[in-house]
């Protein structure tokens, strides 16, 4: 499947990767999944928020920490 770059349904592709990734073991190209889900649609909270999810799960509680940062205010800039 061909999908454009930086729009919502890259940003669901990416995530879906990343947890079938992630449930395979394979931390590190699950997170990077999840990395490029955010990227590809920055605007989208659930992408900051899942994000934050896996790393907070890693143990990774500063980068978690701001990635749920981010989801907030991509909820806010969406909602005014």
């Given at each position: 499947?061909d999908?454009?770059?930086d729009?919502?349904?890259?940003?669901?592709?990416h995530t879906?990767?990343?947890?079938?990734?992630?449930?395979?073991k394979?931390?590190e190209?699950?997170?990077?999944?999840?990395?490029?889900?955010a990227?590809?649609?920055?605007?989208?909270?659930s992408?900051?928020?899942d994000?934050?999810?896996?790393?907070?799960?890693?143990g990774?509680?500063?980068?978690?920490?701001?990635?749920?940062t981010?989801a907030?205010?991509?909820?806010?800039?969406?909602?005014?």
């Amino acid at each position: 499947i061909d999908l454009a770059p930086d729009t919502p349904e890259a940003s669901t592709a990416h995530t879906q990767r990343g947890a079938l990734l992630f449930k395979k073991k394979q931390t590190e190209a699950g997170l990077a999944e999840y990395r490029a889900a955010a990227r590809a649609a920055p605007h989208r909270a659930s992408a900051w928020h899942d994000l934050g999810g896996l790393l907070q799960h890693l143990g990774r509680y500063e980068e978690a920490d701001e990635a749920w940062t981010r989801a907030i205010e991509a909820k806010l800039a969406n909602h005014g």
